[in-house]
């Protein structure tokens, strides 16, 4: 069964820290781009950054540069975004998916959503004082 499960979520104060996980079961991730998406309350959701896992390529956008950085531990089958200045503007659900295509920028964005096969059910992240 191809499972895709995110933890590492909680509360934080403005200014801490997080580090999300993204593990893999039924499936190795060692052929796919494995993004993290995040979804405001009230908010369309928005792609952060994306990962290829066979060569560590990385990608940001605008809401993921300079806070956040995703990595990969392929013997783990699994990926991290560690989150760092995190912002109240962050407080979100971050969903880690999965997809086979290499990313394509198109106009200002690397993440596009129907690029991404299987998705996980999200962990929230609540940044607030």
């Known amino acids: 069964q191809v499972q895709l499960v995110e933890s590492g979520g909680g509360l934080v104060q403005p200014g801490g820290s997080l580090r999300l996980s993204c593990a893999a079961s039924?499936?190795?991730?060692?052929?796919?781009?494995i993004g993290w998406f995040r979804q405001a309350p009230g908010k369309e959701r928005e792609g952060v950054s994306c990962?290829?896992?066979?060569?560590?390529?990385?990608y940001y956008e605008d809401s993921g540069k300079g806070r956040f950085t995703i990595s990969r531990d392929n013997a783990k089958n699994t990926v991290y975004l560690q989150m760092n200045s995190l912002k109240p503007e962050d407080t979100a659900v971050y969903y880690c998916?999965?997809?086979?295509?290499?990313?394509?920028?198109?106009?200002?964005?690397?993440?596009?959503?129907?690029?991404?096969?299987?998705w996980g059910q999200g962990t929230q992240v609540t940044v607030s004082s």
């Open positions: 998916a999965a997809g086979p295509n290499r990313p394509k920028l198109r106009g200002s964005s690397w993440l596009y959503e129907p690029d991404y096969d299987y």
């Open positions: 039924g499936f190795t991730l060692d052929y796919y781009v």
């Open positions: 990962i290829s896992v066979s060569d560590g390529s990385t």
